[in-house]
């Protein structure tokens, strides 16, 4: 390799100031100063002159936008500064209930009781979080959020954001916090080229954005041509911090990032209510996703003195949006079977895309909702969609009938109950089930719950390959999964060699079960996981739950007569009977211990869970009741603790409402641990 001249060294300097001078024009203020063919000239230079002397190549050079090698997989990372999430409300009362919270803290503080309270409201970009830290001017990394407290290092994918600079003016230490987002003519060209090849589109810019800086392929996120937001400064040397959040991002854009330009200040909160009402018209109109605004006391004075509850800071909220409404038509009205025979009317829509998910179905619940909302094949109907929660008819556009709709009436057969598919009403409630017990259907779902995470919890055997058991008639009893061998499975479809080997394994781990998740898989009616562990708490083995009588069981606290009934009916059945017994055979129950729970150390005290949290929402209640504690579903006077996690909705703010103690997730895994 030849030397590297003075002249090439000066050359690629000089290429790397002037690209990203034009970067930061194009990318950040939206006013290039050059034609795309010139800015591509230049670069194809640098990466030629990187290419031949390779000792000039620079982590930090333009060139590494396009995406590096591939990463093996992505490194933790722990944040200097913790990371914190807002509250949300969802109305203007939520919001003048958080105003008034925060107006009663501020009279308890001698040092701000008199400062003057304005609002800095900014919008609140539908993206994925990043975190970014210079050293010495430099990028250093970038990380996700994670738990807050520790993120995953994704720094070779966020290089490859044109907006985000790699050098600063000044040679200071900072950490910056934004939002990364994928455009949604972007998104479109993407789905595009995606139907061509015959994948499946994506769903809307987020997934997208967040997806893209979690490819462990940096080449992949370059391709997507992922863009910027930066809001916030949580560290910074060499500066001092403005006074004023407003104040805070004009500095950030003097630092060369890319800011938002919808910021405003407010002295009051009808003013908020205004901007609020204004962003809920015209958000659809960006080529960004939009979600909600953000409102934050402007003052970093308050701000210091409210701090911050266990998850959220106490000096600002987010107003979101409302939930995403969208009308669509009714084509179908059909019964689905569930696990134990009860029937289920199903709404088949034309399909429609809300909340970012083409949708085509929607659960009316039972007879009488179909009754209330007065539901007709053929209407026109308004469907709901929060977050992640399976979509909801909520009215119908009685205006748009032509007469031709059809009102919908439980049929007296249904084909799925199998037999001769007769239903019944269940009595004393507005369900109906099947006659007959052992329709597919129902057959099909049971497998899907005794293999599900409340009961064996199988890894691998989900309900794809549930079905393919099926269909192949290689199981049609809980037993058959425990007998299955290499053989049966090699030639199927969606089996190859390592999936065989790694789907045998989980099955075998999964021979020993408590009493109370055995008693949960087998899908006897009225019994739940509660329910369940009442009953393994009380008999301690199978065999004395199998010939209890009703007398006894109607008297156990948590289960009552018609549990009771439920339970004896079923353990009298001959063929549940042969059921148990076979898979008794493969199987070993767990014994349950004695254990005066008076001496653990949760005794007497109830949690609530609300929110998603890293740990599985499963595994942190066996652990509260393994240490005595009770785990509830709902908040009141009587609840010791709640655990919230990310977005936990009215669960939260009851607790609050009641002086109910919060704790975030670290500080519940540290109650766990003493």
Known sequence: MSKTTKEVIERVEKLRKTIDKYRYQYHVLDNPEVTDEIYDSLMEELRKLEEENPELKSPLS??????????????????????????????????????????????KIPEIKNEKIEYCVEIKIDGLKIILTYKNGELANGATRGDGEIGEDVTENIKTIASIPFVLDKKINLIAVGECWLSKSRLSKINQERSKTGETPFANTRNVAAGSVRQLDPKIAAKRNLDSFIYDIDK????????????????????????????????????????YKEWVKKKNKQEYGIDGIVIKINSRKIQEALGYTGKSPRWGVAYKFPAEQVTTVVEDIA???????????????????????????????????????????????????????????????????????????????????????????????????????????????????????????IEGLGPKIIDVLLEQNLISSYEDIFTLKRGDLLNLPRFAEKSVDNLLSSIEDKRTISLQKF??????????????????????????????????????????????????????????????????????????????????????????????????????????????????ESVSTKTSFVVAGENPGSKLEKAKKLGVPVLNEQEFLKMLKQ
């Open 335 to 457: 019964l689905q079977v569930g696990r134990t025979g009860v029937l289920t009317p199903v709404a088949h829509l034309r399909p429609v895309l809300v909340a970012g998910s083409v949708v085509s179905r929607a659960t009316l619940h039972n007879e009488d909702e179909i009754k209330r909302l007065d539901v007709r094949i053929g209407d026109t109907v308004v469907l709901q969609k929060a977050g992640d929660v399976i979509p909801d008819i909520v009215a119908v556009v009685k205006e748009l009938r032509t007469g031709k709709e059809k009102a919908y009436k439980f049929s007296e057969t249904v084909a799925t109950c199998g037999g001769d598919g007769r239903i019944e009403r269940i009595p004393g409630q507005v369900a109906w089930r099947c006659v007959n017990k052992n329709s597919f259907a129902q057959q099909k779902r049971k497998f899907y719950h005794f293999v599900s995470k409340k009961a064996f919890n």
């Open 519 to 632: 008693i949960t898989s087998l899908s006897i009616p009225q019994v739940g996981e509660e329910t369940a562990e009442d009953l393994a708490k009380y008999f301690k083995t199978i065999e004395k739950l199998s010939e209890a009588k009703f007398e006894e069981l109607e008297k156990i606290q948590g289960v009552g007569p018609i549990v009771g009934e439920a339970v004896v009916s079923w353990f009298s059945d001959k063929e549940n009977k042969k059921v148990l017994n076979a898979i008794l055979k493969q199987i070993k129950i767990e014994k349950v211990k004695d254990v005066d729970i008076s001496k653990l150390p949760l005794s007497g005290k109830t949690f609530v869970l609300t929110g998603s949290i890293l740990m599985e929402r499963e595994d942190a209640k066996a652990k509260i009741k393994s240490l005595g504690g009770e785990v509830s």
């Open 236 to 275: 910074i040397s060499e500066i001092d911090m403005p006074e004023t959040q407003s104040k805070e991002i004009e500095l950030i854009k003097k630092m060369g990032f890319k800011t938002n330009p919808h910021v405003a200040v407010f002295d009051n909160i009808n003013g908020v209510e205004t901007f």
């Open 62 to 107: 333009p060139t590494v936008r396009v995406g590096g090698e591939p990463l093996q997989e992505f490194k933790k990372i722990k944040h200097e500064v913790k990371q914190w999430s807002f509250d949300d409300v969802f109305t203007f009362e939520g919001l003048q209930k958080w105003e008034e919270k925060i107006k009663r803290f501020i009279e």
